[in-house]
């Protein structure tokens, strides 16, 4: 029996929790790595990873980070930008992660028809759903313009300023969490870099109450899986959304009417450290999910 995300992702709190006993500083160590220059002047994306560390784990940290920008198989970079901030303590947002569920699809045919039905079950548009698909899998390969998320207009389904797209960023899993999280994936085969930090981005995403929804599969040739992550549904794994050795992917955020300026801020500024776990739940096929959470009330 799988759990929905709604029963189990809580507010943050500003009481003390797992992973936040220790007081020492905490840095944000951000990585972004391209060829052809930065992302901003029209390089291609190769490589970018986030983290929320202690002092004590700056440099091995940023030797991981160093070794996976120049070693990804999306190519050799030309350009890594290592950043690191010292976060104030008081900044910092405390949370849990969105719970995890796995829907087995056939092919990514399939998988693509059931993004626009979980998406027509949060009460959105079936021409949204189609403009979200249709933006992702007609991105080019060669495209230097875009090196963010889209965001899309839930009523209208219109692209949002910036563009170019926006990079969701200042966020990370506690060890607490991390361990945590490894512990529940490893049964299913899944404690992978691709979900704990896909998760930690959606879950930082749907915190906001202005996300209605994100969908996003990678940009990576052998890694064909993706999700659609929703605060009432967690995030829900589907594990084929493009053909084998297709390096085209992307991400959309469906948001309703809000302050965009506020938004962005919290995308790209707010610091999120995940201090608790919601369950991962076990693989379902995704017809007998849709049965069971069909006609809820959810958006």
């Known amino acids: 029996m799988y759990e929905l995300a709604s029963k189990l992702t809580r507010p943050p709190?500003?009481?003390?929790?797992?992973?936040?006993?220790?007081?020492?500083?905490?840095?944000?160590?951000?990585?972004?790595?391209?060829?052809?220059?930065?992302?901003?002047?029209?390089?291609?994306?190769?490589?970018?990873?986030?983290r929320i560390v202690p002092a004590v784990q700056l440099n091995p940290t940023l030797e991981q980070l160093l070794k996976r920008a120049q070693s990804h198989e999306r190519g050799a970079p030309d350009f890594i930008n290592l950043r690191i901030e010292q976060l104030k303590p008081e900044a910092i947002q405390y949370a849990s992660t969105l719970s995890v569920t796995t829907l087995t699809?056939?092919?990514?045919?399939?998988?693509r028809q059931v993004i626009n039905l979980i998406l027509e079950e949060l009460g959105l548009k079936s021409t949204v759903g189609a403009r979200t698909i249709s933006l992702i899998s007609n991105k080019s390969s060669t495209d230097r313009g875009l090196y963010g998320a889209w965001l899309l207009d839930a009523g209208t389904g219109r692209l949002l300023e910036p563009v170019r797209g926006v990079r969701v960023s200042r966020m990370d899993l506690a060890e607490i969490t991390r361990s945590d999280l490894a512990a529940q994936l490893t049964q299913f085969g899944l404690?992978?870099?691709?979900?704990?930090?896909?998760?930690?981005?959606?879950?930082?995403?749907?915190?906001h109450p202005a996300s209605i929804a994100e969908v996003c599969w990678s940009d990576d040739p052998h890694y064909v899986t993706g999700y659609v992550a929703c605060r009432c549904f967690g995030y829900l794994r589907i594990p084929y959304l493009k053909p084998a050795g297709l390096d085209i992917g992307g991400r959309v955020f469906i948001v309703r009417a809000t302050d965009l300026n506020q938004y962005l801020h919290f995308l790209t500024d707010q610091p999120v450290l995940f201090t608790e776990a919601a369950p991962v739940n076990p693989p379902v096929?995704?017809?007998?999910?849709l049965a069971k959470t069909r006609r809820r009330p959810v958006y």
């Open 285 to 289: 096929n995704w017809a007998d999910w």
């Open 191 to 207: 404690n992978n870099n691709h979900v704990l930090e896909a998760l930690a981005l959606a879950s930082k995403v749907m915190l």
């Open 13 to 50: 709190s500003l009481s003390p929790g797992p992973g936040r006993e220790n007081h020492s500083p905490l840095f944000s160590v951000r990585m972004r790595a391209a060829e052809g220059g930065p992302h901003e002047d029209g390089g291609r994306h190769i490589s970018g990873a986030e």
């Open 105 to 111: 699809v056939q092919d990514y045919q399939e998988g």
